[in-house]
């Protein structure tokens, strides 16, 4: 396990600023303790640093992983977030999309999202946006691109994707062997 690179970082906050724009600082640095992203076998992990500090004891070889897993980093140096960041992304982000209950299911199987499934969409969201997506109950159950802005979902068709999936918690059991390590 080790810090993230000059590189990694900037690649990591790119892909969190996509989502939560300036509220990657309130992730750090929280009232809570000090919280930091680790690297460990391509992933990153959101640890604390007391909770570091009892890790480093334990043989890199047998840690499989420590935190939360933010997500991996692919072959060709990419991010791609896990969905098991949704907890600590879903409260900063700054878009959301709300989906209406008869569309929640495609969702939650991996489908993108129709405009007919669309129940509200934050103003002045930007083509290929990051977006958190909610149910209408405001639970949040994953977060995707949007393939259209605001302006643009009013006049869209109702089969026209408005929103490209990205991860969703049906993700817990359909990736599970994935998401662990």
């Known amino acids: 396990m080790r810090p993230l690179t000059n590189d990694e970082t900037k690649v990591f906050f790119e892909k969190l600023t996509k989502y939560i724009g300036e509220n990657v600082r309130l992730l750090i640095d929280r009232p809570d303790g000090a919280y930091c992203f680790r690297l460990h076998r391509d992933r990153v992990f959101y640890v604390s640093e007391r909770l570091l500090k009892h890790a480093v004891s334990i043989d ?8 939360t897993c933010f997500g991996k980093f692919t072959k060709t140096r ?8 949704l ?37 002045s969201t930007a083509k290929y946006q990051g977006v958190v997506v909610y149910n209408m ?36 059991i359909r990736a599970e062997e994935t998401l662990v390590g």
């Open 137 to 172: 109950a405001d639970v949040p159950l994953g977060f995707g691109v949007a393939a259209k802005a605001t302006s643009e979902c009013r006049h869209a068709e109702p089969m026209a994707i408005v929103c490209f999936h990205q991860a969703d918690v049906g993700e817990y």
């Open 60 to 67: 890199r070889d047998h840690l499989s992983s420590i935190g």
């Open 78 to 85: 990419q991010f791609r977030l896990h969905i098991t960041a």
């Open 87 to 123: 907890d600590y992304l879903a409260p900063y982000a700054q878009y959301k999309i709300w989906l209406k209950p008869t569309a929640e299911q495609q969702f939650l199987y991996g489908n993108h999202i129709m405009k007919s499934g669309l129940g509200r969409i934050s103003e």
